[in-house]
């Protein structure tokens, strides 16, 4: 399975931790094609300098995007790049999981939790989630992902 992880960069790396637990635990249900996001070495200039500028990475992430089998994004901390990302994913038919921590006094965009509409098989999910609770939410989601 191709995962392609969203977690904010340029929007602030406050979260870089929860990033680093998450995409750890994505390894285990297959491929992460973005599993920088994840380094605490990316800062919120991004990758920039490694690469030939923004146009290289919008197009290598859309590729990723394209080719990937399932959208996880870790959305508590507001990213506009997270949120074209979903967009795309949207516009695709892509399976999108969300998550996002209640604790952090944040809330959440209608735009991003008002795509969830509720039903079971909905491609869209927005699950609420605690550190804590990251790894058994996920295990439930690509459990239930692997019966389909």
């Known amino acids: 399975m191709r995962v392609y992880f969203c977690g904010s960069i340029r929007g602030g790396r406050q979260d870089v931790e929860v990033y680093q637990r998450i995409v750890k635990?994505?390894?285990t249900y297959g491929e992460v094609l973005t599993e920088h996001v994840g380094r605490a070495e990316l800062s919120e200039k991004g990758e920039d300098a490694a690469l030939d500028g923004d146009k290289a990475i919008?197009?290598?992430?859309?590729?990723w995007l394209a080719?990937?089998?399932v959208i996880v994004a870790e959305v508590t901390q507001?990213?506009?790049?997270?949120?074209?990302?979903?967009?795309?994913?949207?516009?695709?038919?892509k399976r999108i999981l969300c998550l996002f921590?209640?604790?952090?006094?944040?809330?959440?965009?209608?735009?991003?939790?008002g795509a969830d509409c509720g039903a079971e098989s909905s491609l869209f999910k927005v699950l609420d989630y605690t550190e804590e609770e990251v790894d058994g939410i996920l295990g439930k989601y690509f459990g239930e992902l692997a019966k389909n």
């Open 25 to 27: 635990k994505l390894q």
């Open 67 to 69: 080719s990937s089998d």
């Open 58 to 63: 919008h197009d290598r992430d859309m590729e």
């Open 101 to 113: 921590r209640p604790s952090s006094g944040r809330v959440l965009s209608a735009m991003i939790r």
């Open 78 to 93: 507001p990213s506009l790049g997270v949120g074209y990302e979903l967009g795309r994913a949207v516009a695709m038919n």
